[in-house]
Each structure stands twice: as structure tokens, then as C-alpha cells.
């Protein structure tokens, strides 16, 4: 019997728990997400890759983390090695910022 009644104290509800277990799930309840940041498939804009726009790369999975010194503006690395090869005029390496046009 004694230890029925400990079992059951561990498993009853704890008024506590349950209201900061229900601030956590509050945003995912009334449909957004926690920290009121975009829904599902709103991307944040400034998270986005503007060269593919895309948040995480298709093929590397990767999150744009390579940031222009100027416009901070952050690019996934396959993407920025692809444009660097793309922008070539003619000089040995150019490095230009897709969006500022300045060097990186």
C-alpha cells in the first residue's frame, strides 16, 4: 500500500508544472511558433540566402553563414562559390557581394 501511495503522489498533477508546461506549448496552441517568429513556411527574410533564397541549402542542408563585411548580408557557401564563378569578367578572382557589389 505504501508504495502505491508514493507512485501515485509522483504522478499526480502538479499545479506548477502544468502552468509552465502550458507556457511553453502556448505559441504551438494558438498556431505560430515560440518566441513569435514566423509560422511554418514563413521564412524569416533576413535568414534567407539571397542568392538561391532559400533557408537551408537544397543540397548541403546547410544555414547561409558566410556574411558580407558590408552589407552583412549572409549567403550559403555553395551558393557564393557558385556566383563567385559566375561573376568572373575576364579577372582572376573576382569576389564581389551578390547584393553590395563590394569585395569580400
Known amino acids: 500500500v505504501g508504495s502505491q501511495l508514493r507512485r501515485d503522489a509522483e504522478i499526480a498533477p502538479q499545479p ?3 502552468s509552465r508546461l ?11 511558433e515560440p518566441g513569435g517568429g514566423p509560422a511554418e513556411g514563413d521564412e524569416d527574410p533576413d535568414s534567407l540566402c539571397l542568392i ?5 541549402h537544397s543540397t548541403t542542408q546547410q544555414l547561409p553563414k558566410l556574411a558580407c563585411p ?3 548580408k549572409r549567403f ?8 563567385f ?7 582572376a578572382d573576382t569576389r564581389v557581394c551578390p547584393l553590395c ?3 569580400m
Open 76 to 83: 550559403h557557401a555553395a551558393c557564393l562559390y557558385r556566383w
Open 16 to 18: 506548477d508544472l502544468l
Open 52 to 56: 538561391c533564397r532559400e533557408g537551408l
Open 22 to 32: 502550458r507556457k511553453l506549448l502556448e505559441p504551438w496552441l494558438a498556431g505560430g
Open 101 to 103: 557589389k563590394s569585395d
Open 85 to 91: 564563378g559566375s561573376v568572373r569578367s575576364g579577372q
Open 70 to 72: 558590408t552589407c552583412a
